[in-house]
Protein backbone atom coordinates (compact mmCIF):
# COMPACT_ATOMS: atom_id res chain seq x y z
CA UNK A 1 0.00 0.00 0.00
CA UNK A 2 1.48 3.40 -0.80
CA UNK A 3 0.26 6.73 1.11
CA UNK A 4 1.41 10.20 0.21
CA UNK A 5 1.72 12.41 3.42
CA UNK A 6 1.64 16.17 2.89
CA UNK A 7 3.22 18.50 5.05
CA UNK A 8 3.46 22.03 3.45
CA UNK A 9 3.33 24.43 6.29
CA UNK A 10 5.55 27.36 6.28
CA UNK A 11 6.91 29.64 8.54
CA UNK A 12 9.67 33.11 8.55
CA UNK A 13 13.26 32.40 7.93
CA UNK A 14 15.50 35.88 6.99
CA UNK A 15 12.17 37.33 5.85
CA UNK A 16 11.08 34.35 3.62
CA UNK A 17 8.35 31.55 3.79
CA UNK A 18 10.09 27.93 4.33
CA UNK A 19 8.93 24.40 4.71
CA UNK A 20 8.81 24.11 8.24
CA UNK A 21 9.02 20.60 8.28
CA UNK A 22 6.94 17.39 8.68
CA UNK A 23 5.96 14.25 6.87
CA UNK A 24 6.39 14.65 3.21
CA UNK A 25 6.79 11.70 1.50
CA UNK A 26 5.53 8.70 0.22
CA UNK A 27 5.12 5.32 2.52
CA UNK A 28 5.70 2.29 1.41
CA UNK A 29 2.97 -0.94 3.43
CA UNK A 30 3.38 -4.21 3.82
CA UNK A 31 -0.05 -5.88 4.37
CA UNK A 32 -0.33 -8.89 6.70
CA UNK A 33 -3.01 -11.32 4.64
CA UNK A 34 -4.24 -12.97 7.86
CA UNK A 35 -4.73 -9.40 10.33
CA UNK A 36 -4.63 -6.44 7.95
CA UNK A 37 -2.05 -4.77 9.75
CA UNK A 38 0.06 -2.27 7.46
CA UNK A 39 4.17 -2.66 8.59
CA UNK A 40 6.05 -0.02 6.98
CA UNK A 41 8.82 -0.64 4.71
CA UNK A 42 9.74 2.25 3.16
CA UNK A 43 9.56 6.24 2.94
CA UNK A 44 10.43 7.95 0.00
CA UNK A 45 11.48 11.75 -0.41
CA UNK A 46 9.80 13.34 -3.54
CA UNK A 47 12.09 16.14 -3.86
CA UNK A 48 8.78 18.37 -3.70
CA UNK A 49 5.92 18.97 -1.64
CA UNK A 50 2.30 18.44 -1.31
CA UNK A 51 1.96 15.13 -3.55
CA UNK A 52 -1.66 14.98 -4.79
CA UNK A 53 -1.35 11.96 -7.24
CA UNK A 54 0.85 9.23 -7.94
CA UNK A 55 0.82 5.92 -9.92
CA UNK A 56 2.65 2.66 -10.02
CA UNK A 57 3.98 1.15 -12.82
CA UNK A 58 1.79 -2.44 -13.78
CA UNK A 59 5.57 -3.73 -13.19
CA UNK A 60 5.74 -2.14 -9.77
CA UNK A 61 9.08 -1.14 -10.20
CA UNK A 62 8.54 2.28 -10.49
CA UNK A 63 6.30 5.19 -9.05
CA UNK A 64 5.54 8.50 -10.62
CA UNK A 65 4.71 11.68 -8.24
CA UNK A 66 3.06 14.96 -9.19
CA UNK A 67 3.47 17.70 -6.61
CA UNK A 68 0.58 20.62 -6.58
CA UNK A 69 3.18 23.16 -4.32
CA UNK A 70 6.47 24.70 -4.77
CA UNK A 71 8.14 26.56 -1.85
CA UNK A 72 11.34 27.17 -0.65
CA UNK A 73 13.37 25.54 2.01
CA UNK A 74 16.24 25.76 4.48
CA UNK A 75 19.43 25.42 2.61
CA UNK A 76 22.43 26.50 5.23
CA UNK A 77 21.83 30.53 6.00
CA UNK A 78 19.89 30.59 2.75
CA UNK A 79 16.84 29.77 1.43
CA UNK A 80 16.43 27.46 -1.57
CA UNK A 81 13.23 27.42 -4.00
CA UNK A 82 12.13 24.05 -4.75
CA UNK A 83 9.68 23.64 -7.85
CA UNK A 84 6.27 21.88 -8.62
CA UNK A 85 7.29 18.32 -10.02
Known sequence: MYVSNRANATEDFNGKRVF??????????SINPGTGEPTLIQN???QS???RTFSVGSSGRILVAASIVDMSVRD??????????
Open 20 to 29: RGGENNIAVF
Open 44 to 46: ADP
Open 49 to 51: FHI
Open 76 to 85: GDNARYVPRR
